[in-house]
């Protein structure tokens, strides 16, 4: 599976062009859809718009994927593809999440504590994207890897390990691709190497899926 490392460059001015970035405010490609927490019916945190470039995940009807949460203390069940504390936003395409149609919303942060260290501060941040593109290895079910020796386990999840668009995914705790039917990586984000505070809680990694028939997204994440 091709992939694309991520590297963030910090931007100097808000990204309004279709391209892939993190933070700051969606450029739309249709009629803004920003999704509602199904709880507290407030707007989820704009997380990151990811591309979809042929050279990555071929054509399909989507040309960009926006990925939200719901910016929680752990109350809600943000991790869950199916709670509805997440919403993966496909555009062109239609949104199963009830939604506002204000273009602008919550977004990510940086965390900075005061001078006395009593207080933390949140600043809104933007980042661009650049990285390589490779071939991931395939993608082999935790059921088969019982066998492997430490080596193998070690090759294999440093392949697949760290921030990436597209590729296989690497999951820390037992396979979990949302379902049903067959899904491929999307967005794969490790909280604990990322210039910005995402909650995915105890060193989390956030995945991002989409469906094969390019028409569906979903988001999960899973901690240690």
């Known amino acids: 599976m091709k992939r694309q490392s991520i ?3 910090t931007t100097t001015v808000p990204i309004r062009e279709p391209l892939t970035k993190f933070g700051g405010q969606p450029f739309w490609l249709g009629e803004p859809q920003w999704p509602l927490s199904a709880k ?3 707007p989820m945190q704009f997380i990151a718009q990811i591309a979809l470039t042929e050279d990555i995940f071929g054509s399909i009807p989507a040309e960009m994927a926006y990925i939200f949460m719901a910016d929680s203390d752990g109350s809600l069940s943000t991790w869950s593809p199916n709670s509805g504390e997440n919403a993966v936003i496909l555009q062109p395409g239609t949104s199963a999440s009830p939604i506002t149609q204000k273009p602008e919303g919550p977004t990510l942060y940086q965390r900075h504590r005061s001078r006395d260290r009593q207080q933390i501060s949140r600043e809104p941040c933007e980042f661009g994207v650049r990285g390589s593109v490779t071939i991931d290895p395939a993608f082999v079910p935790i059921r088969e890897r019982t066998e492997w020796s430490d080596e193998q386990w070690i090759q294999y999840e440093r392949a697949l390990d760290g921030n990436k668009i597209g590729g296989t995914p690497i999951f820390l705790q037992n396979d979990e691709f949302p379902g049903p039917g067959e899904w491929f990586l999307l967005l794969q984000l490790d909280s604990t190497s990322v210039p910005f ?16 028939d390019g028409r569906t997204g979903k988001f999960l994440w899973q901690c240690s």
């Open 197 to 212: 505070y995402i909650n995915f809680g105890d060193a989390g990694v956030g995945y991002a899926f989409l469906s094969t």
């Open 40 to 42: 507290t019916g407030k």
């Open 7 to 9: 590297e963030f460059v």
